[in-house]
């Protein structure tokens, strides 16, 4: 039987934990010869632990986009409503949009992709929810992140 595969990101940029068995870990990762900023879930159970399928991966300026909307929210949210900060194109039909939203009377940040194509329009399984208390540590995790991976380039 083959051994499962250690996760090693290219730069771990620390966790939020958000439950027992779950945390929320930001980290660079390289993909053809691309670097890119990621936050995950990572799960710790007996039958399995490691990443989720829920996550987000950011480029430079989709990474630039994200720490420009959160950078002007308050230390707490101002109403207790939803509300959408940010829409940043990825890619043909895929938007990552960030928010703040409410579940159980409880804040948090909502980073998550928006879907358009001809079979399917809607919210993707692929996206992270982190708890509003924890925007500060997220901002400077994000900007360690933005260090790593860099600005985006000038548009020629």
Do not use: C, H
């Not at 993909?31 to 996550?55: A, H």
């Not at 804040?107 to 399917?120: F, H, L, N, P």
């Not at 901002?139 to 360690?144: I, N, S, T």
């Amino acid at each position: 039987m083959a051994e499962a595969r250690e996760f090693k990101p290219l730069k771990d940029l620390g966790s939020i934990v958000v439950s027992d068995a779950s945390e929320l870990r930001f980290y660079v990762d390289e993909y053809k010869g691309f670097k890119y900023g990621s936050i995950r879930t990572f799960v710790k159970g007996e039958g399995y632990s490691g990443p989720t399928k829920s996550g987000v991966t950011m480029n430079p300026a989709v990474l630039a986009g994200v720490i420009e909307a959160l950078g002007k929210l308050p230390a707490e949210p101002a109403a207790q409503q939803d509300r959408e900060l940010a829409r940043l194109p990825k890619k043909l039909g895929v938007e990552l949009v960030v928010r703040v939203t409410f579940y159980k009377e409880t804040a948090g940040i909502d980073i998550r992709e928006w879907v358009e194509d001809e079979s399917y329009k809607g919210w993707s399984k692929k996206g992270v929810r982190i708890p509003y208390g924890e925007l500060g540590s997220t901002l400077k995790r994000l900007a360690q992140m933005q260090q790593v991976v860099g600005t985006p380039r000038p548009k020629a």
